[in-house]
Nanobody
């Protein structure tokens, strides 16, 4: 089993920055593709970003390209999401996710393991 715990959410003004972290425990962390998804009020959960186990491959939703950066530190079992130039439409609960199914187009559709989420609020 894999446990994911997010941290770093909060309230930030538009144009500001915020960094999220996800600590992974359980089975071998470095084998997993990691990702971040988000769910805004009244909307379905959507893909934000994914990163391969070695960090060599990444994928970003068009809405966050150029503003968000994903990284991982396998030695610390942690994946990070740096969010810059935040907009009110970035307001959502952000979920860390992990997949053991390798890298591919399927990562944007969902993953096997999920954290409980952390709230990011960007007031308009």
């Amino acid at each position: 089993q894999v446990q994911l715990v997010e941290s770093g959410g909060g309230l930030v003004q538009a144009g500001g920055s915020l960094s999220l972290s996800c600590l992974v425990s359980g089975r071998t962390y470095s084998d997993y593709v990691m990702g971040w998804f988000r769910q805004a009020p009244g909307k379905e959960r959507e893909f934000v970003v994914a990163i391969s186990w070695g960090g060599g491959s990444t994928a970003y939703a068009d809405s966050v390209k150029g503003r968000f950066t994903v990284s991982r530190d396998n030695a610390k079992n942690t994946v990070y999401l740096q969010m810059n130039s935040l907009k009110p439409e970035d307001t959502a609960i952000y979920y860390c996710a992990a997949s053991s199914k390798g890298w591919g187009p399927h990562v944007v559709r969902g993953m096997e393991y999920w954290g409980k989420g952390t709230l990011v609020t960007v007031p308009s």
